[in-house]
């Protein structure tokens, strides 16, 4: 059972991350392979708050996805407003990532490569379900508003969008923001639920596992990431046995979404009651069909 | 009224020069066709004054205004929307969401709001539904309100792409090659459309077009570009017979023979 509970958490506290990449990748169609860095952040922004400054947890849990939001305008300004196409955006945030690593084996308040150890254990699986809703609400809201449409009108073609009064650089930037925040969060709900954070936990892997749900879970959905995530974290659980060959696992499984279902698990869709009574409806006319 | 006015407008592509010293005015309610060889830089006249590209040199004027420094938004804001030669439609959206992305550049709801989904934000959510819908009924449209934009006929796509354009509530259009790519009997829906909308929406138009019956039915003004230069202006009679014209689009015989020569 403590084995399961901690599967969930880590898939969830995986899941607010991953929102927040499917705002940035799934609906503004942009990729990133740094934004492990922003979960970085938010881990240490939230754990030096709680350990050094004995912040309440969910205090610094804000201000350490705030901290990251901040950051991405930081270096959003130059990376979005220079305009760059899709794969030259994604390989300046890819510098970006490694570049925090970095700095933060070499600042004196992050202790280095020798991690924080002792970080309060706040992160319970109530605390988790709570976030990972607020996250959900928050990400939903969003991408039904004039917001979220903006994001897919940049998405779907940005020459367009901009002949219909979307300022690009504002949906862009506002939308890199956004995932910045959550990803923010997730890391401080990270460091909060193993209690220790060194910054060889937020390499390009990291990055690259929050891309790859996003993309397997289908560009332009919010449910098809969420499952995707699971599926990665309990699916290489199952095939412990394995051992190494697991990671064959993700790149097969990017390799074969991108033959058999470009679009991703559930591509611009989104599993809702409706569309599971219509598949309910479908299957048991099947089933009639079968029968009869 | 003079709407719009283009002084001494120069752009250069590097060492390119595509377009040189072309200066008109458009006045309200006028349909200026704007006609010349592949290349002669119609479109590009669109992109400067749209700021889809920045001026080399020159002058844009928007209602006395100068608009060559300002923002697309804020251009289009003021009321001037183009449609393109290849149609740009958000083709995974349905056409009920195509429209409504116009709609949206005046949702005046902030960030709180949507989170929150207030009252604020459900009436103009509601609103916007409706208007999309009310001007896809007039366009006649309305059955294909779900449908994949995509998976619309080339001819709808267009009309589709033009009802968009509309929902801006634009005071100027420019109109892109509308006719590109049409059988004759597309073509005469698009010049019936045009002329419906012309006198609905009170427009002033600009036409760029290939298919000269569009641009004789609709435009009383005709401008003729060839290598980034104006070569002549007038009405559609006054345009078929002028010289030039002729010249740019056939070439002129003596011209053709002396080459001819000088190859030998």
Not at chain 2, 21 to 46: C, E, R
Not at chain 2, 58 to 77: A, E, S, V, W, Y
Request: hydrophobic fraction near 45%.
């Amino acid at each position: 059972m403590e084995y399961f509970k901690t599967i969930f958490i880590v898939a969830s506290i995986n899941v607010v991350a991953v929102i927040g990449m499917t705002i940035f990748t799934g609906f503004t169609g942009l990729f990133s392979f740094g934004h492990a860095a922003f979960i970085a952040i938010g881990a240490y922004g939230a754990a030096i708050l709680t350990y050094f400054y004995h912040f309440p947890f969910v205090l610094a849990l804000v201000l350490g996805s705030m901290l990251a939001g901040l950051v991405s305008l930081l270096i959003g300004y130059p990376t979005i407003k220079g305009n760059l196409g899709s794969d030259y955006l994604a390989v300046a945030l890819l510098g970006f990532g490694e570049a925090v690593r970095v700095i933060l084996e070499n600042l004196k308040i992050t202790q280095g490569a020798r991690g924080l150890p002792g970080i309060r254990i706040c992160c319970t699986v109530p605390v988790i379900i709570i976030a990972m809703i607020i996250a959900i609400l928050v990400a939903k809201h969003l991408v039904l508003s004039k917001y979220g449409r903006r994001m897919v009108e940049v998405r779907e073609d940005a020459v367009a969008a901009e002949m219909l009064g979307v300022p690009l650089f504002k949906t862009k930037y506002f939308s890199f923001f956004i995932s910045a925040l959550f990803c923010g969060l997730s890391g401080g709900l990270l460091a909060h639920y193993y209690g220790f954070i060194q910054p060889a936990m937020f390499t390009l892997d990291q990055s690259t596992q929050i891309l790859a749900s996003v993309v397997c879970g289908g560009i332009g959905s919010l449910t098809g990431p969420i499952i995707a995530t699971y599926i990665f974290v309990f699916v290489p659980e199952i095939f412990r046995f394995a051992k190494l060959w697991r990671l064959v696992f993700y790149g097969s499984a990017l390799v074969l979404t991108m033959i058999f279902r470009p679009s991703g698990l559930m591509g611009y869709r989104e599993i809702s009651f409706n569309s599971l009574a219509t598949i309910h409806k479908q299957l048991s006319r099947l089933f009639n069909k079968i029968v009869s | 009224m003079v709407l719009l006015e283009l002084q001494q407008i120069e752009k250069k592509f590097g060492g390119i020069c595509a377009l040189k010293g072309i200066s008109f005015v458009v006045n309200k309610n006028d349909i200026l066709g704007l006609i010349g060889p592949n290349g002669a830089g119609k479109t590009t006249i669109f992109n400067l004054v749209t700021r889809a590209y920045d001026i080399t040199n020159g002058l844009i004027l928007f209602k006395g205004k100068p608009i060559n420094k300002m923002r697309t938004d804020q251009i289009i804001n003021l009321g001037v929307v183009r449609t393109f030669q290849n149609i740009r439609l958000f083709k995974k959206l349905t056409v009920l969401d195509n429209v409504k992305a116009s709609l949206y550049h005046k949702a005046n709801y902030n960030l709180l709001d949507a989170l929150f989904r207030t009252k604020n934000y459900k009436k103009i959510e509601r609103d916007i539904d409706k208007e999309a819908k009310e001007l896809l009924r007039e366009m006649e449209l309305e059955k294909y309100v779900g449908i994949q934009s995509d998976n619309l006929p080339y001819g709808l796509q267009r009309k589709l792409e033009i009802t968009r354009a509309l929902a801006l509530a634009p005071e100027m259009l420019l109109l892109d090659e509308p006719a590109a790519g049409m059988n004759p009997k597309e073509v005469t829906d698009i010049i019936r459309l045009i002329q419906k909308i012309y006198t609905e929406y009170h427009l002033t138009m600009v036409i760029i077009e290939h298919h000269m019956n569009v641009i004789t039915s609709l435009c009383n003004n005709i401008i003729v570009l060839n290598f980034g230069r104006r070569i002549a202006e007038g009405t559609p009679e006054n345009i078929q017979k002028d010289p030039k014209v002729i010249e740019a689009y056939l070439g002129s015989s003596t011209q053709k023979k002396k080459d001819e020569i000088a190859y030998a």
